[in-house]
């Protein structure tokens, strides 16, 4: 097999990664309310529950870009496909909520990994040309990866009647968890079969295999690219945090744009939505089944928009995306916090929607879905993938996802305390702040990469 056919196949593989990414951080959506009625815990117990694992997802991010520089992209995804598959096991068996957090943890590590490794593999094996639809293919497998986590929370709620009640002796919480163990053993056979990234290759001085795998990638340009992935790679050592410094400042101004971009991402609030959407909708009136299939008629919007930005990130580029993305996200947020803000309150202090706010809040949600969908979801992962120099990629990728990972539990463990103090009207008009901040930045900040070789970034 080469040229298209072979590199889809290698990212595909690779993205596999991000389909568990997907699935592990929102199979936990459709447990929550099981978990904290089988370990009686409270809210803020059960926020570390769910976004602990995310501290896990960090320090994977943090140490896989090291990690895939030393020993190559293929073992790190290895690594993670294991990880994955130990976790699900574990999760599926706690005994407290404590060990409950060591299982998701070991996730959360495993995720933060591909987080980092999928990206910069397929950017690296990707030419040009596709490259931003490629790497848009990581998004796609990221929201297949939640769309499916949450169809299994629907179908073995419904199976079992609840969460909490068995099938086949176990609760159906369980199996939410164990469904993972499936896709991580394939994804684990996809990078035992997948060659070794061409720019690793060379800067170990593998340059024969690097040739081979670059033949059958674009077979008319290999001998140029290696040509110009050696230059771009002379006296290459493996890249160091340090390295990401400039002389007199902190960090390179490219590291943080990157940064700046991962933290405005995960500032928006897109995964409250995807942790705490049963809960979200259970707490607003709606029963259990419906609050899962409301999920799952947000995770078809959220691949349904991916599929837009396959289609447009390599024809109109990614700063036009961002924009559009940023713009819409805003004013869905807005839509959301008026619904809450003007909802009458139940005995029990909380917003009920009726009529035309249940429609108002269930448009500016899954409009939030959408535009995130199309922009800041894919096309961020694409420019963390393309944007840094080859030299310091590895580093990079890794500091930038791995404060991603720090913001994403400062969100998702915050939502509980702060939806419960202050209402679920002042924290999605929080996140539409960050939303319209986003805006700001990309105007501000983005540099178009379209069409540019790996080698041209600086």
Known sequence: MHGNAFVILLASAAAMGGFLFGFDTAVINGAVEALRAHFQVGPWTIGQSVSLALL???????????LADRLGRRPVML???VLF????L????PFTVWDFIIWRMLGG?????????????????????????????QQLAIVSGIFAALLVNWALTRAAGSASEPILGAAAWRWMFWSELLPSILYGIGAWLVPESPRYLVARGREAEALAVL????????????????????AWVPPRLRDLRAPGTWLLPVVWIGI????LQQLSGINVIFYYGTSLWQSVGFGEEQAMLLNVLTGVANILTTFIAIAFIDRFGRRPLLVIGSAAMAVCLGLMALAFFAAPLDAE????????LAVLALVGANGFVIAFGFSWGPVVWVLLGEMFPNRIRGAALALAACLQWVANYAISSTFPPMAEHFGLGASYAIYALFAALGLWFVLARIRETKGMSLEQMR
């Open 260 to 263: 700046a971009l991962s933290l």
């Open 79 to 81: 690594a993670a496909a």
């Open 56 to 66: 896990g997802s960090a320090a994977g991010a943090l140490a896989a870009g090291p």
């Open 349 to 356: 202090g909380r917003p009920a929607l009726t009529g035309a």
């Open 109 to 137: 590590i495993a995720v933060g990994a591909a987080s980092v490794v999928a990206p910069a593999y397929i950017a690296e094996v990707a030419p040009a040309r596709l490259r931003g639809r490629l790497g848009s293919l």
């Open 90 to 93: 574990g999760s599926g068996v």
């Open 215 to 234: 033949r059958r990638i674009e077979p008319a340009t290999a001998d140029a690219e290696l040509a110009g992935i050696r230059t771009s790679l002379a």
């Open 85 to 88: 598959a130990v976790s699900s």
